[in-house]
């Protein structure tokens, strides 16, 4: 079994930035790929971004490419989201996730992100 957790949310004025860190326990060797989405009250969970084992290769929503970047440790099952020109429209609570081959998708807590305008 696999458990996420993230850190890394809070406030923060638009234009600023902020970095979602996301940690992978467990099975984690299992672990083939691991992203992000977000949430607004009353609206679906939407897709912000995701990355994968071993190949690194990235993908992005629309509403996020070159402003959000996500990377990840080699070693560890953890990757970073690091967000930049903050928009109030990205207030939300980030959900971590990670998939593996033996179950269903994990996911974290979530974190909470606001940005004021």
């Known amino acids: 079994q696999v458990q996420v957790v993230e850190s890394g949310g809070g406030l923060v004025q638009a234009g600023g930035s902020l970095r979602l860190s996301c940690s992978a326990s467990?099975?984690?060797?299992?672990?083939?790929?691991m992203g992000w989405f977000r949430q607004t009250p009353g609206k679906e969970r939407e897709f912000v971004a995701s990355?994968?084992?071993?190949?690194?290769?990235?993908n992005y929503a629309d509403s996020v490419k070159g402003r959000f970047t996500l990377s990840r440790d080699n070693a560890e099952k953890t990757m970073y989201l690091a967000m930049n020109s903050l928009k109030p429209e990205d207030t939300a609570a980030y959900y971590c996730?990670?998939?593996?081959?033996?179950?269903?998708?994990?996911w974290g807590q979530g974190t909470q992100v606001t940005v004021s305008s």
């Open positions: 990355i994968n084992w071993p190949g690194g290769n990235t």
């Open positions: 996730y990670a998939d593996d081959i033996f179950t269903a998708r994990s």
């Open positions: 467990g099975r984690t060797s299992s672990v083939y790929a």
